[in-house]
């Protein structure tokens, strides 16, 4: 028996749907819920505004700001990108266009531990693609996702500043050199994999300074300058 025209017309856009590349957006669909209570707390808004002091505007506090609500929530919903950007008093999209730019941010949830596996020239010629594909065969997951059970999320990044150890892996902080595909199970299933052996940078926990405070200023850079030449010491030795 013939299908009814609606049916017919029905399956035909189905299957058009499915041939096509793209997807239109709904754009009626709303992306979260205007009623819903904050996400970030008074504590993370006052540690947000202690940097006000540091820079002329606070447009300029928005790299710190996307730091700290990451730390707190572990990544930054669309939420807490409307919010931060009614307390920076900027525009949501500013937010957003500054987010997309690094793969450091994350707008879905992530993992207790982000593997960054190196993606330039060096660690290709010596093995990283075989290593990355071992990472993401073993931990389930694509490029820019996380295990089920939040424990790894995966992105990879050009050089990770340790070409002459290539192939390398960086493990929150900890940089792993000459990995090969072979190591890739053992790496994950140790336990330290990503422990330093220096203290982690304390650039957005330190208490804020004030404007009228240079010296207090000149010694936080002074730290920072610190903290970044003893990162370059750990992965040169
Ligand atoms: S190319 Fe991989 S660390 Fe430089």
């Known amino acids: 028996m013939a299908q ?52 002329e505007t606070k447009r300029a506090v928005l790299l710190p700001a996307l730091h700290i609500v990451q730390d707190a929530l572990g990544h930054i919903s669309w939420k807490a990108m409307a919010e931060i950007a009614a307390l920076l008093e900027i525009q949501p999209s500013d937010v957003i266009d500054t987010i997309s730019f690094y793969t450091h941010f994350w707008t879905h949830s992530k993992g207790k531990k982000v593997i960054v596996a190196c993606r330039s020239v060096s660690c290709e010629v010596m093995g990283g693609v075989a290593v990355l594909e071992e990472l993401k065969k073993r931990l389930g997951i694509d490029e820019h996702e996380t295990t089920a059970d939040g424990a790894y999320s995966l992105v990879t990044e050009e050089c990770l500043a340790g070409c002459d150890h290539a192939p390398c892996v960086i493990i929150n902080e900890k940089l792993h050199k000459r990995v090969r595909a072979e190591d890739v199970v053992k790496l994950l299933a140790d336990h330290a994999n990503a422990r330093l052996e220096i203290p982690r940078s304390d650039l957005f926990d330190a208490p804020a300074k004030t404007a009228a405070d240079p010296a207090s200023q000149n010694s936080q850079a002074e730290d920072l300058v610190g903290t970044t030449s003893d990162v370059r010491e750990m992965r040169e030795s």
């Open 4 to 55: 009814p025209a609606g049916e017919r017309l029905l399956k035909l856009s189905r299957s058009v749907k499915r041939a096509m590349s793209w997807q239109t957006i709904n754009r009626n669909l709303p992306v979260m819920d205007p009623k819903a209570p904050p996400v970030l707390t008074e504590a993370v808004r006052e540690k947000i505004r202690g940097f006000f002091p540091r820079y």
